[in-house]
């Protein structure tokens, strides 16, 4: 069957780095999202990755290894704001988006 | 990126009654789909609807209990028929845009509790 695996939760220190890991098990695979959600909020788009490699994108990168089935989202330099749930989704052959449980980040002073 | 809004934010609802949720987007979009996200939980796909063909359900949603219209290709509704209190859930439509049509775009969501 088609899985994704992710941590249910983390707790960090604000200005801290953190890594919140994602593994994932699809029928094919078409790239790998991370989503941002605030609590009561709709995901919003953070990241996509097809390739190998790390992908950089402000406070944010995003990195995919496709031979482990394996990817994380990096964040830097954590402030308050950052506290939210962190979706893992991957695209499988079918280009249907196969969802993570979500990752709630607690962000403490 | 796509601006999506969706009618209504939240509405309390009686068992046994139907609601419909509208979903607007500021382009015109090929795929839009449906979402329910219950608390805690990550997102259910209920349907994806292309416009001018009959939406396609995923396994355990049935057109019944949850007919879609796509009338244009910025506009969709999801009813929600005959609820229940499991049906209470926020509902979001989401549309794909993107080079390659893959990255997904979310509405704000419908808050829906059924009493």
């Known amino acids: 069957g088609q899985n994704i695996d992710q941590p249910t939760e983390m707790t960090a220190t604000e200005g801290a780095i953190v890594q919140i890991n994602c593994t994932y098990q699809?029928?094919?695979?078409?790239?790998l999202f991370w989503y941002q959600q605030h609590a009561g909020e709709a995901p919003t788009f953070l990241s996509y990755?097809?390739l190998d490699g790390l992908e950089e994108k402000g406070r944010f990168s995003s990195f995919l290894s496709r031979s482990k089935g394996y990817s994380y989202l990096l964040l830097k330099e954590l402030q308050m704001k950052d506290s939210a749930s962190y979706l893992c989704?991957?695209?499988?052959?079918?280009?249907?988006?196969?969802w993570g449980a979500g990752t709630k980040l607690i962000i403490k002073p | 990126s796509a601006v999506i809004s969706q009618k209504p934010s939240r509405d309390i609802c009686q068992r046994g009654t139907s609601l419909t949720i509208q979903c607007q987007v500021d382009?015109?979009?090929?795929?839009m789909f449906w979402y329910r996200q219950q608390p805690g939980q990550s997102l259910t796909l209920i349907a994806t609807?292309?416009?001018?063909?009959?939406?396609?359900?995923e396994s355990g949603f049935v057109i019944d209990k949850f007919p879609i219209s796509r009338p244009n290709l910025t506009f969709s509704t999801l009813t929600v028929s005959n609820m229940s209190p499991e049906d209470s859930s926020i509902y979001l439509c989401?549309?794909?845009?993107?080079?390659?049509?893959?990255?997904?775009?979310f509405g704000p969501g419908t808050r829906l509790t059924v009493l």
């Open positions: 990755n097809v």
């Open positions: 989401s549309v794909a845009v993107g080079q390659d049509a893959n990255t997904q775009y």
């Open positions: 699809t029928s094919g695979f078409n790239g």
């Open positions: 989704a991957a695209l499988d052959s079918n280009y249907q988006l196969i």
């Open positions: 382009s015109q979009v090929t795929m």
């Open positions: 609807a292309n416009q001018g063909s009959e939406a396609t359900y």
